[in-house]
């Protein structure tokens, strides 16, 4: 069983917008950086937002400057992305991540969720 649930994933019109929510028991949320992945054209993980280690800056990949927004709720242990004028080409399956570290490649992730598909329909 995965740590990290998302929800909030589903079909929308391009457009439209979504809001995806991943909640990580306190242990892990506490302790670790989060940030969201989605899965590339080939496969891989591409990172697309993400919390800054011991800072609340936030880091966004090019393709949703201006589009994505993440944030978080501390009494929930949740962290979200907005997702605004959806492109289809933002069409995936988003994963969540937590790293100690907050480097953002796939590979300094300590933990994922099971990801959520979002479809953006033409």
């Known amino acids: 069983q995965k740590l990290l649930v998302e929800s909030g994933g589903g079909v929308v019109q391009a457009g439209g917008s979504l809001r995806l929510a991943c909640t990580a028991p306190?242990?892990?949320?506490?302790?670790?950086?989060m940030a969201w992945f989605r899965q590339g054209p080939r496969d891989e993980r591409e990172f697309v937002a993400g919390?800054?280690?011991?800072?609340?800056?936030?880091d966004y990949a090019d393709a949703v400057k201006g589009r994505f927004t993440i944030s978080r709720d501390d009494a929930k242990n949740t962290v979200y992305l907005q997702m605004n004028s959806l492109k289809v080409e933002d069409a995936s399956v988003y994963y969540c991540?937590?790293?100690?570290?907050?480097?953002?490649?796939?590979?300094?992730?300590?933990?994922w969720g099971k990801g959520t598909l979002v479809t953006v329909s033409s």
């Open positions: 919390f800054v280690r011991d800072d609340r800056r936030t």
């Open positions: 306190g242990n892990i949320y506490n302790n670790h950086v």
């Open positions: 991540a937590a790293s100690t570290l907050g480097y953002w490649r796939s590979s300094s992730v300590d933990y």
